[in-house]
């Protein structure tokens, strides 16, 4: 995929016993950082670089109402700042208002029809409303964001069509075989799916047809890191990096080959790489989250999860560590409204269901 669905490294749980009793790959973690700040700062703080900057800082420090304040107020005044609105409606949906949320993301679309993070994120609120047949008109036409196959995977199966989707797919792909993009794209659809072999078949058939091409370089390595083949999935990142030394997905996916043999020094500097290329990365920021964890840093992590949520309200891992997080230090109702939360865009994600359990 051109950007990254996810860490192959996926969140902090596994399951152990015959009872499935969920455990965290993480060590038991102590609260690390300072006393929290009590008084709310401006959300036009000195110092801030842009408005959304500011909203980013407020949120941050606990004080999402009047990030939302601030922001709409300068939204209203500068309705041709799509970065700006875009943020607007993310922190809506984090306050649970989609339909504010909603309209916001489509006053963007007619200043901007073809912005494609825009129709990813409103794909993302029809869905949270069982509004399948729109969101997955929103999703399509957000190709290829970040994990968009993953979701019209997912909304197809609730649909109950998948089989028609996967087949559009394939009958493009086998029609075309000298398109690289029909045979990516199916690639990227059976990688979804979790087919990881089919996936490998079309992807490499893409690469034969653009063996330089980072994007396809990159899935094949995450496709390899799926079925934990790190060595093959190493190679492909690599050779992706080498072509373009900046590709997001294949530094965000290389660190976590790292993460995978523990390399935990290594994986930071990759992540902090991919940080850096794309501020805004959700993936990245999950991951960094994960690192501070495993330094038993849990409050920097549960400010990496909040930013990554505040980039993306539709990555299901960032709920899952960041509920981890707030559950393991007994902090109940947090873990709640993250479970629950995680849930309303991801209901068939099981580990989301546990840990609600568990809470």
Not at 317 to 326: C, P
Request: proline share 4%.
């Amino acid at each position: 995929m051109t950007g990254s669905s996810r860490p192959s490294r996926i969140a902090l749980i596994a399951l152990a016993t015959t009872l499935a009793v969920a455990v965290s790959l993480a060590l038991p973690r102590a609260a690390q950082a300072g006393a929290l700040q009590t008084s709310p700062p401006s959300a036009t703080a000195s110092g801030a670089t842009s408005p959304v900057d500011a909203a980013r800082r407020a949120v941050a420090s606990g004080h999402l109402d009047l990030a939302v304040r601030d922001l709409a107020a300068y939204v209203a005044s500068h309705p041709a700042d799509v970065d700006a609105a875009r943020y607007l409606g993310d922190l809506y949906y984090r306050q649970a208002d989609l339909a504010q949320a909603e309209r916001v993301y489509r006053a963007i679309l007619k200043v901007k029809p073809d912005d494609r993070e825009t129709h990813n994120r409103l794909g993302g609120i029809y869905a949270a409303q069982d509004r399948i047949v729109d969101a997955i008109r929103e999703f399509t036409a957000s190709l290829p964001t970040s994990g968009a196959y993953d979701r019209l995977v997912e909304l197809h199966m609730r649909l109950g069509d998948i089989k028609s989707f996967e087949s559009q797919y394939l009958f493009l792909a086998d029609t075309q075989p000298d398109d690289a993009i029909a045979q990516y794209n199916a690639g990227a659809v059976f990688h979804a799916e979790r087919k990881y072999q089919q996936a490998l078949i079309f992807l490499r058939r893409a690469m034969s047809l653009r063996p330089t091409e980072c994007a396809i370089l990159s899935e094949i390595g995450s496709t390899y890191q799926d079925v934990n083949d790190l060595t093959s999935a190493r190679k492909y990142l690599d050779s992706c990096l080498h072509v373009q030394a900046d590709y997001y997905p294949a530094l965000v996916n290389i660190a976590d080959v790292d993460i995978a043999y523990e390399r935990f020094s290594l994986a930071r500097t990759e992540l902090e790489r991919a940080h850096a290329v794309r501020p805004d990365g959700a993936e990245a920021m999950v991951d960094l989250g994960y690192l501070d964890d495993v330094s038993q840093h849990w409050r920097s992590a549960v400010s990496y999860y909040l930013q990554a949520l505040g980039s993306d309200p539709l990555m299901r891992e960032a709920y899952i560590d960041l509920g981890y997080d707030y559950d393991q230090h007994q902090l109940y109702a947090l873990a709640e409204a993250s479970f629950l939360k995680g849930i309303s865009i991801a209901p068939n994600e099981g580990r989301l269901h546990y840990l609600l359990g568990v809470t």
